[in-house]
């Protein structure tokens, strides 16, 4: 198939290559969000999708996740310093983290989201890749100041 470029930033900023080249992992994962529900603060499904992490064209390593039966965007950011997994769930399989958003009513929000995988070995590949991946990203960011 071809090349889906998908736009980070507005603007010029850097884009995401949707490509096998610039995928560092692809799994299967159903991601839930903390928030206010009809019971009040609980998780929500997102949705079950496909999660990559990919490599942009400035060598940052973004999160991406797809709903596998619309294509919609369930989650997209690049991995911060900020971003630490914790276990969730009380299972080996789910990791929950927090990140920053823009979201149409409130800007820099923090997002509780939680990722919950297939099997524990999933998980735990996960786990190494977001931590390489974020770990890259901080050193990257270091050598611009």
Not at 53 to 82: F, I, K, P, W, Y
Request: hydrophobic share 40%.
């Amino acid at each position: 198939g071809g090349i889906r470029l998908l736009v980070l930033a507005s603007g010029n900023g850097p884009q995401l290559m949707d490509d096998p080249d610039s995928t560092i992992l692809s799994l299967p994962a159903v991601l839930f969000r903390w928030g206010e529900g009809n019971n009040g603060l609980q998780w929500k499904n997102q949705g079950r999708g496909t999660l990559r992490l990919l490599r942009n064209t400035d060598g940052m390593v973004c999160l991406v996740h797809h709903h596998n039966n619309t294509q919609r965007v369930l989650a997209r950011h690049v991995l911060s310093e900020e971003m630490k997994l914790e276990r969730s769930f009380g299972a080996n399989n789910a990791w929950v983290y927090t990140a920053s958003a823009d979201m149409a009513d409130v800007a820099n929000a923090v997002l509780v989201l939680a990722l919950r995988f297939d099997t524990d070995a999933e998980a735990e590949t996960f786990r190494i890749a977001f931590e390489a991946g974020r770990d890259t990203n901080v050193a990257r960011s270091k050598r611009c100041f």
